[in-house]
């Protein structure tokens, strides 16, 4: 399968616990997305990076969440002292550069309980 | 601020019958592209249509179009001929070459009845 995967695909976890999601990328796809999505709702931008380079953050991510993509490849996205409010799906996306019209390719997504 | 609507929290057809999911955003950005993207019950997300914002000329792929009014931003879908499997979350979607974000409406619900 050469789509774009991410692990673990659920994650339950106690208040105040550390978390870590992975995504792996389409392997030519230098842009890498993510988004958080609550039941009903539309996805809610997070961060991106282009290579390893993460280009633009949301507002709306707190101090507790930090992502990397080390080598401009997988990435990982980590929320540390989970809250209650953290739980959601947790999607993963990317993409070609520009010339490709910008269709993101989306992983099946990490859906984080948080008890 | 940069927003997109869709007004149609769900709808709900016969198999066979034509169905228009509505959707309208706000940007003040000139070059932008518009999405709809389609996500199945517990599947994941996939793109259904795309449609750049200079092209007057609406996308079609298949039993999938789009009515693409700039002037009044609007990009709604038609669905012909619809089929049980088109039965998911529709997300109508932004993106601005300004600060990469896809910008989400909050989705529509359909439901094809067989």
């Known amino acids: 399968d050469t789509g774009v995967s991410q692990n673990p695909r659920h994650k339950i976890t106690k208040r105040g616990q550390n978390v870590t999601f992975r995504c792996d990328p389409i392997s030519e796809h230098n842009r890498l997305y993510w988004y958080r999505q609550t039941l009903g709702q539309g996805p809610e931008f997070l961060t991106y990076f282009q290579n390893e380079a993460q280009l633009e953050k949301s507002r709306l991510l707190s101090d507790r969440f930090s992502a990397e993509r080390p080598k401009g490849s997988f990435s990982t996205l980590e929320i540390q002292r989970t809250e209650q409010g953290d739980s959601a799906m947790y999607l993963c996306?990317?993409?070609?550069?520009?010339?490709?019209?910008?269709?993101?390719?989306f992983g099946p997504g990490t859906r984080l309980t948080v008890l | 601020a940069q927003t997109v609507t869709q007004s149609q929290p769900e709808m709900s057809v016969q198999e066979a019958e034509t169905v228009t999911l509505s959707c309208t955003y706000d940007t003040s950005e000139s070059n932008y592209y518009l999405f709809w993207y389609k996500q199945p019950p517990s599947r994941q997300m996939i793109l259904v249509i795309r449609?750049?914002?200079?092209k007057q000329q609406n996308a079609t792929e298949n039993r999938f179009s789009v009515n693409f009014q700039k002037a009044a931003k609007s990009f709604s879908l038609k669905i012909s001929d619809s089929q049980l499997g088109d039965t998911a979350m529709y997300f109508c979607?932004?993106?601005?070459?300004?600060?990469?974000?896809?910008?989400w409406g909050a989705g529509t619900k359909l439901i094809i009845k067989p």
């Open positions: 449609q750049e914002a200079y």
């Open positions: 979607a932004a993106y601005m070459d300004s600060n990469y974000q896809l910008i």
């Open positions: 996306a990317s993409s070609l550069p520009q010339g490709a019209l910008n269709e993101q390719f």
